[in-house]
């Protein structure tokens, strides 16, 4: 729960950050605004033939008659466009990462910027970064895909499949497109896509709580288009929390200190698990400083003043 909670900060932080920032939330539109033209027309196209598509699928309900095949076939329309929908905010997020990849890539690297200790990126050329891009939605695509078609055949169980499956169908899709998203800052830091999500499904709570009221929130008409840029700066903030980042001396000096302990034997002074800095090497031709005498050398107990004090 404590996860769920703090995806859905992370949501919160990257909206509050492009509306400090609004030049940069102006420059994320771009490519959300194109993906959107495009996938309009798409979703329009569906609706206008679902049902050919729905009387081409189940021509084994030709002959049932009223209401049966009228209520089949609503079904599968409701289903087809429901997963057109759900497919459609999963490529939505991939399309306009592909389209605006400059473009995402600058605002994130700055939202790093104002944080602090940003990564630098890899030097790769503009086709390389989006052909990998490309093949890592390809390959998040295909694993979403084999839990849409799951959970579309699961959606004709009665109940179940207009109750559980579609909650679960949102929480599916929202941590598919938290991969998508945190894809751009994990990219800079050269994390390929099997590692990420290794590292998301070691805490889906976190991405499921990030992912989730997204995906709600984009099935609002123009509501995409307006949080892509702060999803994406959020996802910026989530990867900085999730991926540990270089060890730096917490104090000036710090770790040259470090380096002097390692190169000293283990238990000497200036080691660890000595004490303090190494001494200074004796002058030449001459030793240690002998201890003075004590003038009652005993091996039993008695006054502690009368021996010498313990060693390591």
């Known amino acids: 729960m404590r996860d769920l909670v703090a995806g859905m900060r992370y949501l919160g ?166 991969v998508e998203l945190t894809s751009v800052a994990m990219q800079r830091r050269d994390i390929p896509v099997r590692e990420r999500l290794r590292m998301l499904r070691g805490r889906k709570g976190l991405a499921v709580g990030f992912g989730t009221p997204i995906v709600l929130l984009f099935l609002i008409p123009f509501v995409a288009v307006v949080l892509m840029p702060g999803a994406v700066a959020g996802a910026t903030l989530l990867v900085r929390d999730l991926v540990p980042g270089p060890e730096e001396p917490s104090e000036p000096g710090a770790e040259a200190v470090g380096q002097n302990a390692a190169a000293a034997p283990y238990g000497q002074p200036g080691a660890p698990g000595g004490f303090g800095p190494a001494p200074a090497p004796f002058p030449p031709n001459q030793g240690p400083p002998q201890a003075p005498p004590y003038p009652h050398q005993q091996s039993g107990p008695g006054s502690s003043a009368a021996r010498p004090p313990a060693g390591w």
């Open 13 to 178: 932080k990257g909206q509050r950050w492009v509306a400090q920032h609004g030049r940069w939330w102006g420059f994320g539109l771009i490519p959300a605004l194109i993906a959107l033209v495009l996938y309009a027309g798409v979703l329009v196209a569906l609706a206008i033939w679902s049902g050919d598509i729905a009387a081409w699928a189940t021509p084994f309900a030709d002959g049932w008659g009223s209401p049966w095949q009228g209520l089949l076939r609503g079904v599968f329309v409701a289903l087809l466009f429901a997963g057109g929908l759900t497919l459609a905010v999963l490529t939505f997020t991939a399309t306009t990462l592909l389209i605006g990849d400059p473009f995402y890539e600058s605002l994130s690297e700055k939202v790093e910027e104002s944080e602090g200790n940003c990564p630098p990126s890899p030097d790769r050329p503009v086709w390389q970064e989006i052909w990998i891009a490309l093949r890592d939605s390809v390959h998040v695509l295909l694993r979403a895909a084999g839990f849409g078609i799951l959970l579309f055949f699961l959606g004709f169980v009665p109940f179940i499949g207009q109750t559980v499956v579609p909650a679960i169908g949102f929480c599916v899709s929202g941590f598919f497109l938290a």
